[in-house]
């Protein structure tokens, strides 16, 4: 093609210099400028513009120079052929104003056609077809109103061409689709167009039924023939309403009328294949594609990342001929949708070594990245990158960067920019995110507290997602009556029919200690998924009711519900809290999870089925399963065995146990503190404080032990040894009479539980004013006789703390409710439910 552009425009240019009569015949000219158009020769085009400017002016050649530079892309040179003629007529001006509407020179467009009215000149179908397209591309839509009264007063609502201008402009504008249709129903003719417009305007709007409707209306019309446009419409209507079996009849349709090989309709294919789940379909329709472009190369590498298949989508993007940012935040969004976070940063570094063009996607999809990978120091950075770039005052960026300093931790910062976010901005996501952040970081009556403040201020929508983390919160800290205001808000606003609201009720009540409530929002739910399951089953086992939790696992297998590794877990705990010794039905379950249910054990499962051998005296099989098991087993299976040691008196394999727990290297702040309590418990006190101070160089927190009591809609929290409460002296006065009387009844106090290198005395002193006992002496003095004591605390509740509790029980005669990490324990007459055993 070069070699033929280069010889024609020799040719044209030697005939103009040797035949200089050519010049003289306008025809030849002509017939030249149509050449100079058909191989984009700018060159030729301007030398024959050199020689119609000898000529008398002829309007056909004036007209036809303006159109040449307007298809060469020459505005500049088609204004100044425009400027020279002395009687620009209609067909001038209507290939101008079409020439900068399409070149997104709205404005000029609509100057000309006004300089065009105040000539006289009377526009036709062309001519409007072009200055509604401007009106659209510059957002003018009072002239577009003033527009179609003109066609109306001209005559031109026949034209099929302008009726269909007319409907795009409607639908870009007012998004108004009764307009739409009165232009339509209107029509005296239609074209394939006229119908193409409509049925993209309903699918855009999600109203596929319609579609679907007016697509068969016009197939029953011998007279339309539908085209690539109308096909791929349909198509996205399918993909939108997942009707897979009515995509697969118009795919066989496309086929039948000669579309199978058609771009278009085949990218459209592949979105649909990919929402309907069938990668194979995907897979063959993407080899038998005779042309690819690279919407159809991005599109693949989104199908194989939505199924999955992170290794075909990257053979994908390592085969594609030519790749752009687009291509490159497809895969980035890919890594992050497959939890692959750290392979998404890999590629964003790559993307700016190689200077691809950075969007405001690609900002969004690596900040994700980061939350994933919920490394700290790596989400410092990449903000620094976006502030330092510029995208700092994009509200996606800001947004994301919200919610990545809220799965990293990073609340201080979070907050920061919460309250620097500006007032024109909508507040409803980013509130619903911090409300998020503070349920999900530990800081439940942060979670409430905010909530409260936003329902005052009025700044945040109440949707699925909100009243799931509120009801969290709820759950987590024990406030049962804000739980139950949610629960009527959602009865109230429709919100129950969400599955995921639903769920979180059940568990909201079952952590609050109301199973009862739990239980029937169970029954009287609609459609349940594995997750429902699950929340019953671990509200039970919170109440240590593991016969309960079992017939709820028989009755979910009855119903055909396939498990999860979650559930698995549950149901292995619940061996633990059963009135009878069904350690057999136990090593059943844990055995046949790789060929039931196609589950492999994790360590959680292995420290669950440890723990149900444990509780039934089971240690040398305990240890030998620790033995046996495939992976290097995790402290937390460890400290399962432990555990069972301690309550079982069984120093030998505790010793063995701990000697295990100690070599090895720690990768969690529980297995650091784990190690360290070891030590301690041995008077091994410089060893511990080595551990300790290895952990604060890691930047490691331990979880402070944190005990909460809710009165009067109000959350109470103590710490250990804590002054900050308004009645810290009558709390402190209260509890020494009140271990003064356990003692007369016969306790004394566990100084085994001090892991500190102190004196006996100040042993005491530290295990008198722990945060359970301030908290049961705050709702004992805030409480009416007989009313039950309710306590929250986040972490195990000490050995100490629980033989307080069951002298508390018995002086005050008062039920004693402590929800710690292990469950529920409830102490009445001295005894507690778990038996002794958590």
Same mark, same amino acid.
């Given at each position: 093609?070069?070699?033929?552009?280069?010889?024609?425009?020799?040719?044209?240019?030697?005939?103009?210099?040797?035949?200089?009569?050519?010049?003289?015949?306008?025809?030849?000219?002509?017939?030249?400028?149509?050449?100079?158009?058909?191989?984009?020769?700018?060159?030729?085009?301007?030398?024959?513009?050199?020689?119609?400017?000898?000529?008398?002016?002829?309007?056909?050649?004036?007209?036809?120079?303006?159109?040449?530079?307007?298809?060469?892309?020459?505005?500049?040179?088609?204004?100044?052929?425009?400027?020279?003629?002395?009687?620009?007529?209609?067909?001038?001006?209507?290939?101008?104003?079409?020439?900068?509407?399409?070149?997104?020179?709205?404005?000029?467009?609509?100057?000309?056609?006004?300089?065009?009215?105040?000539?006289?000149?009377?526009?036709?179908?062309?001519?409007?077809?072009?200055?509604?397209?401007?009106?659209?591309?510059?957002?003018?839509?009072?002239?577009?109103?003033?527009?179609?009264?003109?066609?109306?007063?001209?005559?031109?609502?026949?034209?099929?061409?302008?009726?269909?201008?007319?409907?795009?402009?409607?639908?870009?504008?007012? *998004?108004?689709?009764? =307009?739409?249709? $009165? !232009? /339509?129903? +209107? %029509? &005296?003719?239609?074209?394939?167009? @006229?119908? #193409?417009?409509v049925i993209s305007c309903l699918v855009k709007e999600g109203m596929y039924e319609k579609a679907f409707e007016l697509f068969r209306v016009m197939q029953g019309i011998g007279c339309f023939r539908a085209d690539f446009f109308?096909?791929?419409?349909?198509?996205?209507?399918?993909?939108?309403?997942?009707?897979?079996?009515?995509?697969?009849?118009?795919?066989?349709?496309?086929?039948?009328?000669?579309?199978?090989?058609?771009?278009?309709?085949?990218?459209?294919?592949?979105?649909?294949?990919?929402?309907?789940?069938?990668?194979?379909?995907?897979?063959?329709?993407?080899?038998?594609?005779?042309?690819?472009?690279?919407?159809?190369?991005?599109?693949?590498?989104?199908?194989?990342?939505?199924? *999955?298949?992170?290794? =075909?989508?990257? $053979? !994908? /993007?390592? +085969? %594609? &001929?030519?790749?752009?940012?687009? @291509?490159? #935040?497809?895969?980035?969004?890919?890594?992050?949708?497959?939890?692959?976070?750290?392979?998404?940063?890999?590629?964003?570094?790559?993307?700016?070594?190689?200077?691809?063009?950075?969007?405001?996607?690609?900002?969004?999809?690596?900040?994700?990245?980061?939350?994933?990978?919920?490394?700290?120091?790596?989400?410092?950075?990449?903000?620094?990158?976006?502030?330092?770039?510029?995208?700092?005052?994009?509200?996606?960026?800001?947004?994301?960067?919200?919610?990545?300093?809220?799965?990293?931790?990073?609340?201080?910062?979070?907050?920061?920019?919460?309250?620097?976010?500006?007032?024109?901005?909508?507040?409803?996501?980013?509130?619903?995110?911090?409300?998020?952040?503070?349920?999900?970081?530990?800081?439940?009556?942060?979670?409430?507290? /905010?909530?409260?403040?936003?329902?005052?201020?009025?700044?945040?929508?109440?949707?699925?997602?909100?009243?799931?983390?509120?009801?969290?919160?709820?759950?987590?800290?024990?406030?049962?009556?804000?739980?139950?205001?949610?629960?009527?808000?959602?009865?109230?606003?429709?919100?129950?029919?969400?599955?995921?609201?639903?769920?979180?009720?059940?568990?909201?009540?079952?952590?609050?200690?109301?199973?009862?409530?739990?239980?029937?929002?169970?029954?009287?739910?609609?459609?349940?998924?594995?997750?429902?399951?699950?929340?019953?089953?671990?509200?039970?086992?919170?109440?240590?009711?593991?016969?309960?939790?079992?017939?709820?696992?028989?009755?979910?297998?009855?119903?055909?519900?396939?498990?999860?590794?979650?559930?698995?877990?549950?149901?292995?705990?619940?061996?633990?809290?059963?009135?009878?010794?069904?350690?057999?039905?136990?090593?059943?379950?844990?055995?046949?999870?790789?060929?039931?249910?196609?589950?492999?054990?994790?360590?959680?499962?292995?420290?669950?089925?440890?723990?149900?051998?444990?509780?039934?005296?089971?240690?040398?099989?305990?240890?030998?399963?620790?033995?046996?098991?495939?992976?290097?087993?995790?402290?937390?299976?460890?400290?399962?065995?432990?555990?069972?040691?301690?309550?079982?008196?069984?120093?030998?394999?505790?010793?063995?146990?701990?000697?295990?727990?100690?070599?090895?290297?720690?990768?969690?702040?529980?297995?650091?503190?784990?190690?360290?309590?070891?030590?301690?418990?041995?008077?091994?006190?410089?060893?511990?404080?080595?551990?300790?101070?290895?952990?604060?160089?890691?930047?490691?927190?331990?979880?402070?032990?944190?005990?909460?009591?809710?009165?009067?809609?109000?959350?109470?929290?103590?710490?250990?040894?804590?002054?900050?409460?308004?009645?810290?002296?009558?709390?402190?006065?209260?509890?020494?009479?009140?271990?003064?009387?356990?003692?007369?009844?016969?306790?004394?106090?566990?100084?085994?539980?001090?892991?500190?290198?102190v004196e006996e005395h100040q042993k005491k002193e530290f295990l008198l004013y722990h945060s359970a006992k301030l908290a049961a002496t705050y709702g004992i003095l805030m409480t009416k006789h007989g009313e039950p004591i309710?306590?929250?605390?986040?972490?195990?509740?000490?050995?100490?703390?629980?033989?307080?509790?069951?002298?508390?029980?018995?002086?005050?005669?008062?039920?004693?409710?402590?929800?710690?990490?292990?469950?529920?324990?409830?102490?009445?007459?001295?005894?507690?439910?778990?038996?002794?055993?958590?």
């Open positions: 093609r070069p070699l033929l552009l280069a010889s024609t425009t020799a040719v044209s240019c030697h005939t103009l210099y040797y035949k200089p009569h050519i010049c003289n015949d306008v025809n030849s000219l002509l017939t030249l400028l149509n050449l100079s158009v058909q191989y984009s020769d700018a060159e030729l085009a301007k030398a024959v513009h050199a020689c119609s400017l000898k000529l008398q002016e002829d309007t056909h050649l004036g007209n036809s120079l303006v159109l040449a530079y307007l298809k060469l892309g020459l505005f500049n040179h088609s204004l100044n052929v425009f400027a020279s003629l002395s009687c620009p007529n209609l067909v001038t001006y209507s290939s101008l104003i079409s020439g900068f509407a399409k070149s997104n020179q709205g404005s000029k467009a609509i100057e000309l056609f006004m300089k065009m009215r105040t000539e006289g000149i009377e526009p036709n179908e062309f001519t409007f077809v072009a200055i509604l397209s401007a009106c659209i591309r510059v957002l003018e839509s009072e002239l577009g109103f003033q527009i179609h009264g003109l066609v109306v007063k001209m005559g031109f609502l026949d034209s099929t061409f302008v009726a269909n201008a007319l409907m795009g402009f409607y639908w870009k504008f007012t *998004g108004n689709l009764r =307009l739409v249709f $009165k !232009v /339509f129903d +209107e %029509m &005296p003719q239609r074209d394939v167009a @006229s119908w #193409n417009t109308t096909i791929s419409s349909i198509l996205s209507a399918c993909e939108g309403s997942n009707a897979f079996m009515k995509g697969k009849e118009v795919h066989a349709h496309a086929i039948r009328i000669g579309l199978e090989g058609n771009l278009s309709v085949n990218n459209v294919l592949i979105g649909l294949y990919t929402q309907c789940g069938r990668v194979r379909d995907v897979a063959v329709l993407f080899e038998s594609m005779p042309i690819r472009d690279v919407i159809t190369w991005t599109q693949m590498i989104t199908a194989y990342m939505e199924f *999955g298949l992170v290794d =075909l989508a990257m $053979k !994908v /993007f390592n +085969e %594609m &001929p030519e790749k752009n940012c687009i @291509s490159y #935040n497809a895969l980035m969004t890919g890594f992050c949708k497959n939890g692959e976070g750290l392979k998404a940063v890999k590629l964003f570094i790559e993307m700016v070594e190689e200077g691809l063009e950075l969007t405001d996607f690609s900002l969004s999809s690596v900040i994700n990245a980061c939350a994933l990978v919920m490394d700290v120091k790596a989400s410092e950075q990449i903000q620094g990158f976006c502030l330092k770039f510029g995208f700092g005052s994009n509200v996606c960026v800001e947004a994301a960067l919200l919610d990545m300093c809220i799965r990293c931790g990073r609340m201080a910062d979070a907050e920061k920019m919460f309250r620097i976010w500006p007032v024109e901005h909508d507040n409803s996501v980013v509130c619903t995110s911090m409300l998020c952040g503070y349920a999900r970081n530990g800081q439940p009556d942060e979670a409430v507290l /905010f909530f409260l403040r936003c329902q005052l201020e009025g700044t945040m929508d109440l949707d699925e997602v909100t009243l799931t983390s509120i009801l969290g919160a709820c759950g987590t800290l024990g406030f049962e009556k804000m739980g139950e205001q949610i629960h009527c808000y959602a009865l109230k606003t429709g919100f129950v029919t969400d599955l995921g609201v639903l769920n979180s009720i059940i568990s909201m009540y079952a952590k609050c200690g109301n199973m009862n409530d739990a239980i029937k929002v169970f029954d009287i739910m609609p459609v349940r998924d594995v997750v429902s399951w699950n929340a019953l089953i671990a509200g039970h086992i919170l109440h240590r009711q593991g016969d309960e939790a079992l017939a709820v696992w028989s009755a979910m297998e009855e119903a055909g519900i396939r498990p999860d590794t979650i559930t698995l877990f549950l149901v292995l705990s619940a061996y633990r809290h059963t009135n009878l010794d069904l350690v057999d039905d136990c090593r059943k379950l844990f055995l046949s999870m790789r060929t039931d249910y196609d589950i492999e054990p994790t360590s959680q499962h292995h420290a669950s089925f440890v723990s149900v051998l444990g509780q039934w005296g089971l240690l040398e099989e305990a240890e030998e399963t620790i033995e046996n098991m495939t992976v290097e087993p995790k402290a937390s299976v460890w400290r399962a065995l432990l555990d069972s040691c301690r309550i079982r008196l069984n120093t030998t394999i505790g010793k063995r146990v701990a000697k295990r727990i100690l070599a090895m290297k720690p990768q969690d702040p529980s297995t650091y503190i784990l190690v360290s309590n070891l030590y301690s418990a041995s008077g091994r006190w410089h060893c511990s404080e080595t551990v300790r101070e290895d952990m604060r160089e890691k930047g490691f927190r331990k979880n402070p032990a944190r005990s909460w009591i809710i009165h009067q809609n109000n959350i109470h929290p103590f710490y250990t040894r804590d002054k900050s409460h308004p009645q810290t002296k009558d709390i402190y006065r209260g509890l020494e009479i009140l271990v003064m009387e356990c003692q007369k009844a016969g306790y004394v106090p566990d100084t085994s539980f001090v892991l500190h290198e309710r306590i929250v605390k986040n972490i195990h509740m000490c050995g100490d703390c629980h033989t307080f509790m069951k002298y508390v029980s018995i002086i005050t005669k008062r039920e004693i409710l402590v929800r710690d990490a292990s469950g529920f324990h409830c102490f009445r007459n001295g005894q507690c439910c778990c038996k002794d055993y958590w």
